[in-house]
């Protein structure tokens, strides 16, 4: 296993639109370009190459068998959060302390503005996938497993959602339900309870409210990659 480094980019040409990580070389997947970058003993990235102006602290996002993840330069992850192989993270999203985003045997892909809480896991059967949408909430310490999560969804605090169910876009999964395997919530449904059972339409008032929060969360990740400091 290895420790790898977590950096912001701003390329010069400013282009960048992702970047993944090697334990010394940052590379600008969509330039196909990379850089060196050296350590001082607080961890922190000193010197790189002139292309690039960079800021950064340490983070753990780990290769597995060649495989690397790829976090959007705009996206904030906690150094106390794994992120492990074949990864996709895309920009403006914030993933917690604690949270797993385990690429290893499976794929994992998470769209723009999502926030992945504290403590949730993400993971994927051999050769299959979870895929995550754009501006998703996933609350503290659910657990999704092979499945399929579409946009702008809000995922409970606490819940499951097991291998190959889907959950729609807009639908709302209650704190501490389980999304059966195979099971479906449909497009703007709220759904609660074990098994997840759908209680009603979401409204347009709630989806107001989640939006906000959502974008509570994509201002965190921007205030979080300056505003937080180990003591
Ligand atoms: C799921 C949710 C939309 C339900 O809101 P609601 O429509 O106001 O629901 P109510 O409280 O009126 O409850 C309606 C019924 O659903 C049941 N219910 C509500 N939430 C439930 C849950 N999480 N699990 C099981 N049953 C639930 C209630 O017991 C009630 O059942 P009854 O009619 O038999 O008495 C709301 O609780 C919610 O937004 N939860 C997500 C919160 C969360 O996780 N936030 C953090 C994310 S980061």
Redesign the pocket.
């Known amino acids: 296993m290895h420790c790898y480094y977590h950096a912001v980019a701003i390329l010069e040409k400013s282009s960048t639109k992702s970047i993944s990580i090697d334990s010394r070389r940052l590379v600008c997947t969509n330039l196909g370009r990379s850089a060196a970058f050296s350590l001082n003993p607080r961890r922190e990235i000193t010197s790189l190459t002139t292309r690039f102006v960079m800021v950064g602290k340490y983070l753990t996002v780990y290769e597995f068998e060649q495989k690397k993840p790829i976090i959007g330069i705009s996206s904030f992850v906690h150094d106390k959060a794994s992120v492990i192989g074949d990864v996709k993270i895309g920009e403006g999203c914030f993933i917690g302390a604690g949270a797993v985003v385990r690429g290893d045997y499976g794929i994992i892909e998470i769209g723009d503005r999502t926030s992945i809480?504290e403590n949730s896991v993400i993971h994927a059967r051999p050769d299959d996938k979870c895929v995550i949408g754009k501006d998703v909430?996933i609350?503290?310490g659910a657990i999704l497993h092979n499945c399929s999560v579409k946009d702008f969804a809000?995922i409970?605090?606490g819940s499951r959602i097991c291998d190959f169910a889907t959950v729609g876009a807009w639908a709302?999964v209650?704190?501490?339900?389980v999304v059966s395997a195979k099971s479906n919530i449909p497009d703007c449904k709220?759904a609660?309870?074990v098994p997840a059972k759908v209680?009603?339409d979401v409204r347009q008032d709630?989806k107001d409210l989640w939006s906000s929060y959502k974008k509570k969360y994509t201002e965190l990740a921007k205030r979080y990659k300056t505003g937080l400091k180990a003591l």
């Open positions: 809480q909430q609350g503290h809000v409970g605090l709302i209650g704190e501490g339900s709220v609660v309870g209680l009603r709630e």
